[in-house]
C-alpha cells in the first residue's frame, strides 16, 4: 500500500504556479521525473506507488500509460510558460517506478521524445531509467540508448538467494553480470542499487552483495537500509513475529562495511547513500533533488517543484488519466516551502552531501551550534562547509 498524500493546500485545476516562482529560476536547473507506476508484481517491502495488472481496475492501463503522460507534459509546458519562466532546457531526465522497462521501449522513447519537444535537452542530458534484472535484454537496453537513455539504474537489492526470496525479489542474482554488460555494451552508464538490513541477512550475507557489486565493475553504487513501512506485507509479517527486523547498530555496522568496499575499491561518497568513481559518474538528477534545483514529476503520485512550490498528483493512474482526460492538473494539493522552512529544508539535504553546506548559509545561532558539532568531531568544519565526517 502506497503512503497516503502529504497535507497541504489544495490545487488549482488548471496548474498554474504563483509569480514568485520566477524568482532566482535562472540560478536553478531543470529536471523532469516520469513515474511508471507499473510492476509485474509487488515486492513485499515495497510502499512505493505502483500497481499490478490486476490492481489497476477500469480506466487505466500500460497500453495507453505514455500517451495520458504525455498529457501531463503538454500540460507542464503551458503552466510553466505561462508563470513566466525563462526557457530553461531539461537537463536531467529520471524514469523511475514501479518498473520502467515493463512497458515497450518504444513508448519509453516516446516519452522522452515529447519531454524533448516540450523543452529541449541540453547537449549534455542524463537520461536515466530504473530497471530490474530479469526485465531487460541486450536488444532492449541497445534501443533506450538508440533512443536517447544514457544510464540505467538496476534494482540488484543483494547477491544472497534467501535474502533476495525475504524481499520477494523474483530475478536471479547470476544474471547481474549479464545485465551490467549488456548495458555497458550499449553504450549506458550504470548503477546498482542495493538494501542493507533485511530480516535474515548476516554481515557475510552483506559482505557477499557488495562484493558481488563490485565485481562488475559498476561505476555507481547506491545502499539504502531497509525500512519497513506500514501497509506493507512486511509489515504483516513483522507484527506477527515471521520476520525479526535487525536493531540498529546492525544496520550501521553494514553501512560502515559498504563504505568501507565502495572506497577501497575507488568509490567515493557524494552523498550518504550514494558511492561514484568520479564526479561525473554521481547521479545528477538526484543532486538536483538536494540541491534544490526545479523539476516537474509526471505521473500518478508524483512529486514536483519550482521555486519553492511543492506539489504531488493524485495517485491511482485511474484518477490520473480521468483529470488530465478531462483538461485538468493531476495535482491533488501543493504547499509553498518559504521562511523558516525552507531554511531547515536546505539544512537537512545540504548535510546529505559531501560537497557540504555553506555555514554562511546558515544563521549566527545555527553557526554557533554547528561549532559545538565541528568539536565533537560529528561534522567537518574545514573550508567554511559543514559536512559529515566519515571515518
Known amino acids: ?40 508484481v509487488r515486492c513485499g517491502y515495497c510502499d512505493f506507488n505502483t500497481y499490478t495488472a490486476t490492481e489497476l481496475g477500469g480506466g487505466a492501463s500500460q497500453s495507453s500509460y505514455a500517451t495520458t503522460a504525455l498529457a501531463e507534459v503538454a500540460l507542464a509546458g503551458r503552466v510553466l510558460r505561462d508563470a513566466g519562466l525563462p526557457a530553461r532546457p531539461v537537463s536531467t531526465v529520471f524514469v523511475g517506478g514501479g518498473t520502467p522497462t515493463v512497458l515497450p521501449v518504444g513508448d519509453l522513447v516516446r516519452m522522452l521524445g515529447g519531454i524533448r519537444d ?27 540508448a538508440a533512443g536517447g537513455f544514457t544510464r540505467v539504474s538496476f534494482g540488484m537489492q543483494s547477491a544472497v538467494p534467501h535474502v533476495l526470496a525475504t524481499l520477494e525479489r523474483t530475478h536471479d542474482p547470476r544474471r547481474i553480470p549479464d545485465v551490467v554488460r549488456w548495458a555497458r555494451d550499449a553504450g549506458l552508464q550504470v548503477s546498482l542499487d542495493l538494501i542493507y538490513g533485511t530480516p535474515g541477512e548476516s554481515l557475510d550475507d552483506w559482505r557477499t552483495s557488495v562484493e558481488a557489486a563490485l565485481a562488475t565493475g559498476v561505476d555507481h553504487v547506491s545502499a539504502y537500509a531497509l525500512v519497513v513501512e506500514d501497509g506493507t506485507r512486511m509489515a504483516v509479517q513483522v507484527r506477527r513475529g515471521e520476520l525479526t527486523l535487525p536493531d540498529g547498530d546492525d544496520q550501521a555496522e553494514k553501512y560502515e562495511l559498504a563504505d568501507d568496499l565502495l572506497v577501497e575499491a575507488g568509490l567515493g561518497w557524494y552523498e550518504v547513500s550514494n558511492w561514484a568513481r568520479t564526479p561525473a559518474d554521481a547521479c545528477r538528477h538526484n543532486l538536483a533533488y538536494w540541491r534544490g ?14 521555486g519553492g512550490v511543492r506539489w504531488w498528483n493524485v495517485k491511482h493512474p485511474r484518477a490520473y488519466a480521468d483529470r488530465l482526460d478531462r483538461g485538468l492538473s493531476p495535482a491533488a494539493g501543493r504547499e509553498t516551502v518559504d521562511g523558516d522552512a525552507a531554511a531547515l529544508e536546505r539544512l537537512m539535504l545540504g548535510v546529505r552531501l559531501a560537497d557540504g553546506l555553506p555555514l554562511a548559509d546558515l544563521s549566527a545561532p545555527a553557526r554557533r551550534a554547528v561549532a559545538g558539532l565541528v568539536a565533537d568531531g560529528l561534522l567537518d568544519g574545514r573550508a567554511a562547509v559543514a559536512r559529515p565526517v566519515r571515518t
Open 293 to 306: 534545483d526545479d523539476w516537474w514529476g509526471i505521473g500518478p503520485g508524483a512529486h514536483s517543484h519550482v
Open 1 to 40: 500500500m502506497a503512503p497516503a498524500l502529504p497535507d497541504g493546500q489544495p490545487a488549482p485545476d488548471d496548474g498554474a504556479l504563483p509569480p514568485t516562482v520566477v524568482d532566482g529560476s535562472a540560478g536553478r536547473a531543470f529536471g523532469v521525473y516520469l513515474h511508471v507506476p507499473f510492476c509485474t
Open 118 to 144: 516540450t523543452w529541449g535537452l541540453t547537449d549534455d542530458v542524463e537520461v536515466t531509467t530504473e530497471a530490474n534484472p530479469d526485465s531487460v535484454t541486450p536488444s532492449s537496453l541497445a534501443a533506450l
